[in-house]
C-alpha cells in the first residue's frame, strides 16, 4: 500500500463503515452503514463528502440496495429508480453520478452479488491508482514554493493520497514545497479541520488563513500557486469547486499567480458546454449563521448558502488529470 494512505471508509459485505467528517478534528467516530438510506444521509450530510468519496460511497450505497433487495438486480425499472434516488443526494459533483451509473451498467452485465461487491471495491483501488498519477503529474508542474489551498482535497475527500492535497504531498516528497496556506473554507470549515488534520498527521507545514486573506498573502509574493480539485469540469474547463474557489481563483488572476484544477478524468462532464449548466448546491441557511453549531448572529437572520461556486476556465493555468496536464481548452478534445 502507498505511504499515505488513510483510509476514511472500509467496505463489509453488508456495510459500510465511514469515518464521520463531521466530527473531526475533535473526535474519530466510525459509522456502520447498512443500507442506502444511511449513506443518502451521509452524503446530505456532509460525513463523507469530496467529489470522488462521494462517487463511490454512491456506488456502494447502490451495491447494498440490491444486497438488501435481490429483486433490484432482475427488474430494471426498479434498480434504474433506486439509482436516481442515490444520485440526487447532492446535484453538483459529477462523480457521484459516475459511481452509481458505473454499478447499473455492471448489472447489466452480471448479476452476481460477490462479483458487483467486487467491482465496487475495484472501483475504490482505481481510485487510489488514478490520484498517485494525479499527485505526480501535478507535482511535476507546480512551481517550488508555498502553495494556497481551499476547502479539503485529500485522504478524506478520495481514496488514496486525495487530489489537490495529493500534488501537495507529492510536493513535499520531493522537496518542493516551502509551506501549504489552508483557507478555512467557510461555513463547515473543511480546510479548517480536515485539511489541516491530514497536513498535521503528515508533519507538513502549513499556516491556517481566514478565507478572505488569500488577496493579501498574494499582493505581498507569499502564494506562488494555488491548487484546488473540483466537483465538476465543464466542457470548455470552467470548474465547480467549493464555495470561495472563484475568489481565490480573481485573486490569482490579478497577481499572476498561476491557478490550478486537480481531479480525475470522472469528474469532467462533457455532456455539459460551459460552467453555466452546472447545478449548484444550494444548502441550509443553518450553516452560514453559525460556526461549529454556535450561532454567531441571531438565528432569524437570513442568508443564503451555496455550497459551490464556479471558475470561469479563463482563470485556469491548467487542469491536472491522471492522463495528463491540459490546459482547459484542450479538455473538449479529450473526449473519445
Ligand atoms: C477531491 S475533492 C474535490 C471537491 O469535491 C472539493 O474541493 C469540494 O469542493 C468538496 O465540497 P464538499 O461540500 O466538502 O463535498
Known sequence: MH??????????????????????????????LSNADM???????????????????????????????????????SLKREANRIKGSRPTAINLSWGVD??????????????????????????????????INGAKVLPEGSILTHCNTGSLAAPGIGTALGVIRKMFQMRKLNLVYVSETRPLLQGARLTVFELERDAI?????????????????????????????????????????????????????????????STIDFSIATGEEIPIEERDKAEVIRCMSSLTCKDDTSALNYAFDITPAKFIKAIITENGVYSPNEILTLLD
Open 3 to 32: 505511504k499515505h494512505i488513510f483510509e476514511a471508509m472500509k467496505f463489509k459485505k453488508d456495510s459500510l463503515l465511514l469515518l464521520d467528517q463531521t466530527k473531526l478534528p475533535f473526535e474519530e467516530v466510525w459509522l456502520e
Open 39 to 77: 449513506i443518502i444521509e451521509a452524503i446530505q450530510n456532509l460525513r463523507v463528502r469530496g467529489a470522488p468519496a462521494i462517487g463511490i460511497c454512491g456506488a456502494f450505497a447502490l451495491y447494498l440496495s440490491i444486497y438488501n433487495d435481490n429483486k433490484l438486480l432482475v427488474d430494471e425499472i
Open 102 to 135: 458505473k454499478v447499473v451498467d455492471f448489472v447489466g452485465k452480471c448479476i452476481n452479488l460477490n462479483e458487483i461487491f467486487d467491482f465496487v471495491y475495484s472501483l475504490y483501488l482505481q481510485e487510489i491508482e488514478i490520484n498517485e498519477k494525479i499527485a
Open 205 to 265: 507545514p502549513y499556516k491556517l488563513i481566514v478565507d478572505s486573506a488569500s488577496g493579501m498573502l498574494m499582493r505581498n509574493f507569499m502564494v506562488d500557486a494555488v491548487i484546488v480539485g473540483a466537483d465538476r469540469i465543464a466542457a470548455n474547463g470552467d470548474t465547480a469547486n467549493k464555495i470561495g474557489t472563484f475568489m481565490h481563483a480573481l485573486a490569482a488572476n490579478f497577481y499572476n499567480v498561476p491557478f490550478y484544477v486537480a481531479a480525475p478524468m
